[in-house]
């Protein structure tokens, strides 16, 4: 069964940096492509950033290049989100999931469960 773990969330100040991380389990974790979605309050879930199976090529929506990194460890199962330069409009709770990755960001399966996230705060 298809788990997914994120971590790494909390509260920072305007300009600070954060490093996410989601755990995975239930799948080959190496055959997918992975990303990062996240829900700010009273607004749609949105697609940031995404990572190939092999992690040769990373996508990542425009207000967040140039201060967001992807990455993925294929040995150990996990995702990252290296968050950088963060501001208040960075708030929300973060997702990951298996998706399909470039422009048009979305998940893979609309069945897969989505983990229960981790919150990101950015105010001074």
């Known amino acids: 069964q298809l788990q997914l773990v994120e971590s790494g969330g909390g509260l920072v100040q305007p300009g600070g940096s954060l490093r996410l991380s989601c755990a995975a389990s239930?799948?080959?974790?190496?055959?997918?492509?992975l990303g990062w979605f996240r829900q700010a309050p009273g607004k749609e879930r949105e697609g940031v950033s995404c990572i190939t199976n092999d992690g040769a090529s990373t996508y990542h929506k425009g207000s967040v290049k140039g201060r967001f990194t992807i990455s993925r460890d294929n040995a150990k199962n996990t995702l990252y989100l290296q968050m950088n330069n963060l501001a208040p409009e960075d708030t929300a709770v973060y997702y990951c999931?298996?998706?399909?990755?470039?422009?048009?960001?979305?998940?893979?399966?609309?069945?897969?469960?989505w983990g229960q996230g981790t919150q990101v705060t950015v105010a001074a």
């Open positions: 239930g799948f080959t974790f190496g055959d997918y492509a």
């Open positions: 999931a298996r998706v399909v990755c470039g422009f048009g960001l979305r998940p893979l399966d609309e069945n897969d469960s």
